[in-house]
Nanobody
């Protein structure tokens, strides 16, 4: 069993930055794929960024590419999402998710989810 605990959300003005953290309990295997999703009110949950734990390859939604950076610290079992140049449309609840064996961007592929952290970007 894996538990994911997110932190780092908050309120920021447009153009500002935030860093989200997600700490995973339990063993993380090299085949693990960890990702951040977000869900705005009235919208579907969408993939934001993902990282393959073993090789470190990263993947981004087009809308955040160049502004967000996903990274992981293996020794801490923690994945980070550095968010720069934030826009009001980035406002959402952000979720950390873990897929034990693949690297799909589909939320249905993920085995474990965090509780979510609110990010609000004011204009």
């Amino acid at each position: 069993q894996v538990q994911l605990v997110e932190s780092g959300g908050g309120v920021v003005q447009a153009g500002g930055s935030l860093r989200l953290s997600c700490k995973a309990s339990g063993r993380i295997y090299s085949s693990t794929f960890m990702a951040w999703f977000r869900q705005a009110p009235g919208k579907e949950r969408e993939f934001v960024a993902g990282i393959r734990w073993g090789v470190g390859n990263t993947y981004y939604h087009d809308s955040v590419s160049g502004r967000f950076t996903i990274s992981r610290v293996s020794a801490e079992n923690t994945v980070y999402l550095q968010m720069n140049s934030l826009k009001p449309e980035d406002t959402a609840v952000y979720y950390c998710a873990l897929d034990r064996g693949g690297y799909s961007r589909m939320s249905s592929s993920f085995d474990y989810w965090g509780q979510g952290t609110q990010v609000t970007v004011s204009s």
